[in-house]
Every structure is written in C-alpha cells, then in structure tokens.
C-alpha cells in the first residue's frame, strides 16, 4: 500500500493547521513548549507550500533551503524537514523523503504526533520502495505508540508480510483489521478479504480461501470470484459443488473462453451427466465459442452415445470420423450403431476402421463387427472376424467363444435346413408315391 503525492499533500495541510492552532507537545523550555515559530520562518514555510501545491517544487525546495543557515528551534527544524520529506516525495525521490522525515522523527522537541506521522508516512514509503522489512519495522514502531491503532495501518502491515512471505504475521493483522473494522460496525472492504483470501491460499489453507471467497461473493458478487472458489472446490475434492459453481457463472455467460466451456463439459461428463455435457458442447459450437474440430465433435458424439441419445450421437461421430486420418471413431460410430440396433451400419462402420488402421484395439474391433454380422444372421462373415479377432492374444478367449458359439448356430441352421431339405424331399416323394398310387386305381378301374 504506497501514499499518493495528494494524501501526503492533506496530511502536511493538516500538520500546518496544528502549528496555526499551536497544538504541540510538551517540550524541553519554554519557547518549545509554545511550538512557537517566529514569523519568517512561518512564512517561509507557507511559501514552500503554496510552490508545492502549484507544482512548482524546485521553488519550494530554494525557499526552505532558505532556512537552513537560520538557527532554529526542535519544532520548527521537525516542520522544515517535515516540509522537504513532502517536496521530495511529490517529486517521487522518496530515498530523500525517508531522510528527512528520519530527521523529523530525530528532533527531540518535535511534537510526538508529527513523529508519529513520520513514522507512518516512512512504512509507507519504504512499501513503495519495496523494502518491505524496513517497512515492517517501521509500521511495527507506530503501531506500538499509537493510542488507537487504525485498520488501515494494520492492512498495509500485513501486505509488507505478505510480500516478504512471512504469511502468519500476515494474517495476524489482517485479522486486527477486521476485527477493528467490524467493532466499528463497517463493512469489510473488498481489497482486504481478497488478501486474507491470499494469505489462506499462500498456506496451502484450501478450506478457509474458499471461505474467504464465499463471503466475497456475498459482498461483492464477481464472477472472477466464483471461478476462484470453483478452483478451490477443486482442491478439496467437492467436485458437485465445483461444478455447480462453475455452471452458476456459464449460466450468467461468464464464460467466454473455450477451455473454460469445454471443461464445464468435462466435468458433467467426470460426473456421469453426459447429456447436460452435449447440450453444452452443442451450444458452444453453435455459438463459435468451440471450436468444431475433430477431437471436439468427438468429445460431443461420445457425450451423446453416453446419453443414449443415438440420434445425436451418430450424425457427430460420423462427422468426426471422416475428418480423422485413423479408425479409431469409425471403431467407436460402430459401436454406436451396434447399441442403436443399426447392425448393418454398424458391420460398415467397423470394416472402415478395420480398413483405415490405427486402432489400440483391433481385435475389440473385428469381434463387434464379427456381432454386428452374427446379429444380421450371416454367420459366414461373422466366423470370419472371430478368427480374425482370435489372432490378437486380449482378445483371443473372447473372439474364440464368438466363433465356438457362431459355429455352432451355423451348424445348427445347416442342419436345420438339410432336415427341411429332407422334409421336404420326404414330402415330395409322398406326394408322388400317392399321386402314382391314385392313378394306378384309377387305371384298373377304367
């Protein structure tokens, strides 16, 4: 946390209206107890403000360097330097800043509260130098003398820890300060939760971040939030909740990127909700946000033929499949077709995957198509796959008792069509015997 050139601007204004009303501290004799400054030097300095506040800082340096050669007492040397720490850091030269606000803070009579001014407006300087311990120490010392420590110092306080990764520390005055904050009755500002809501995480503290991230959302509703406490979701393993956050922010069309839409997908699929996954898929195609590659098509057939949804499913798969320079999705559109009851389909779409190659599962391949065959009852066909299949050392106990069972309807067909034959013959032949039989009658009878 770092002090614009302006609130260090209201802080001098303030500091000059105390030495107008003479409201110092005690000091050593007389004349310092009055904070008296004598008139020059009061105008000097209200010179070197009114410069400062018109930009024009060289100036205002020139008429306080005008003081230096002058003798001046504790308080007015505390409000010289008090100026020149001002200048120099409106003028971003905060190395000089510290120093003279060092020699503020050195001036045995200067008012306790200009000293402790000095000391804030040090640590905050030193956090925007980015020495961060230098600015803990010095935060440290005015929280100590302070009478009503503020939340905000404790804030900053904590951000020093943080960027040195001294995250307990942290997180202990990030707690001061909400619980100062909540004393007041004040809402808890948004900055702070989402530094608690880092301490947490930087601790590997999955639990509280999330919780953090709850009551953000409660305060100020972000999606970026919800994506957040999606990922911590995640980490503890609640993936029904993850994926009813992450669904809550598609819902409002918070998400915008493929990844993130593919693996709002994903997730229905991981939670074996495949149809809730292919509407997604579906909707994200058709409104560009996905891309229709082959992988993604094969992503929507497969949540479709998870879904039973055939009709959807097959169109898909068939589109992916033609794309691909492997069998693989013909393998699967077979499989598709063989579940719809498409044998015939599904007997083609094998041979294809059979014929472009590239399969991690051949003979899986050849004994559905050798089923799909079976299925359409032409068992020479099918014994012809099986073999194939038995080939393939997985698959061989399968595709051997396809074939044992495949041969054994043929020859239970064949020999049902060689008794029909005979039946038939047998028929035949009666019929003729009787047919001789009645016109031998009928020739003795003539």
Same mark, same amino acid.
Request: proline share 2%.
């Given at each position: 946390?770092?002090?614009? %050139? ?17 409201? @110092? ?25 009114? =410069? ?35 200048? +120099? ?26 000293? =402790? ?51 307990? %520390?942290?997180?202990?005055? @990030? ?11 004040? %809402? ?60 809550? @922010? ?13 693996? &709002? ?71 598709? +077709? ?23 599962? @051949? ?41 044992? +069972? ?24 009666? &019929? ?15």
């Amino acid at each position: 946390m770092s002090t614009s %050139p302006t609130a260090i601007l209201r802080l001098l204004v303030a500091a000059l209206l105390a030495i107008s009303a003479g409201t @110092v501290h005690a000091q050593r004799d007389k004349e310092q107890a009055t904070g008296a400054i004598d008139a020059a030097t009061f105008e000097r300095l209200m010179k070197a403000q009114e =410069l400062t506040e018109a930009g024009q800082h060289d100036q205002a340096l020139a008429e306080l360097d005008q003081l230096k050669g002058r003798k001046l007492n504790d308080y007015a040397q505390a409000q010289m330097w008090n100026f020149y720490a001002f200048i +120099y850091a409106n003028k971003e030269q905060y190395r000089k800043s510290i120093e003279a606000y060092q020699k503020v803070v050195a001036q045995p009579g200067a008012p306790e509260g200009l000293k =402790l001014q000095a000391k804030y407006t040090i640590a905050q300087l030193y956090f925007q130098l980015e020495d961060y311990q230098a600015c803990i120490r010095f935060m440290t010392e005015w929280l100590k003398e302070v009478e009503k420590p503020t939340p905000t110092a404790h804030i900053m306080l904590a951000q020093a820890y943080y960027q040195a990764e001294q995250y307990d %520390p942290a997180l202990r005055n @990030v707690e001061a300060a909400i619980k100062l904050e909540n004393e007041a009755g004040k %809402p808890l500002q948004e900055s702070w939760l989402r530094l608690l809501a880092a301490l947490y995480y930087a601790k590997s503290d999955y639990a509280r971040t999330a919780q953090v991230y709850e009551k953000l959302i409660q305060l100020y509703p972000k999606t970026s939030y919800l994506k957040q406490l999606a990922g911590m979701y995640s980490e503890l393993g609640r993936e029904m909740k993850r994926l009813a956050v992450y669904d809550a @922010v598609y819902e409002h069309g918070a998400l915008d990127k493929e990844s993130e839409v593919l693996n &709002l997908a994903y997730m229905f699929l991981g939670q074996g909700l495949p149809y809730k996954a292919g509407k997604i898929i579906e909707a994200g195609m058709a409104r560009g946000t996905i891309d229709k590659s082959a992988k993604n098509i094969e992503t929507l057939a497969n949540a479709w033929a998870a879904a039973s949804e055939h009709k959807k499913a097959i169109p898909a798969l068939t589109q992916a499949a033609q794309q691909s320079d492997k069998g693989l999705l013909y393998a699967r559109l077979a499989g598709v +077709y063989f579940d719809a009851g498409n044998y015939a389909e599904a007997a083609e779409a094998a041979n294809k995957a059979d014929q472009k190659g590239g399969l991690k599962d @051949v003979g899986g391949n050849l004994i559905l198509m050798g089923m799909a065959y079976f299925n359409q009852k032409q068992y020479e066909d099918a014994l012809q796959a099986f073999r194939r299949a038995k080939q393939h050392k997985r698959n061989f106990a399968d595709a051997a008792k396809w074939e044992e +069972y495949t041969a054994a309807e043929l020859q239970r067909i064949r020999a049902l069509e060689k008794a029909r034959f005979e039946l038939q013959k047998r028929t035949e032949q009666t &019929l003729e015997d009787e047919q001789n039989r009645e016109d031998a009658i009928r020739m003795r009878e003539e």
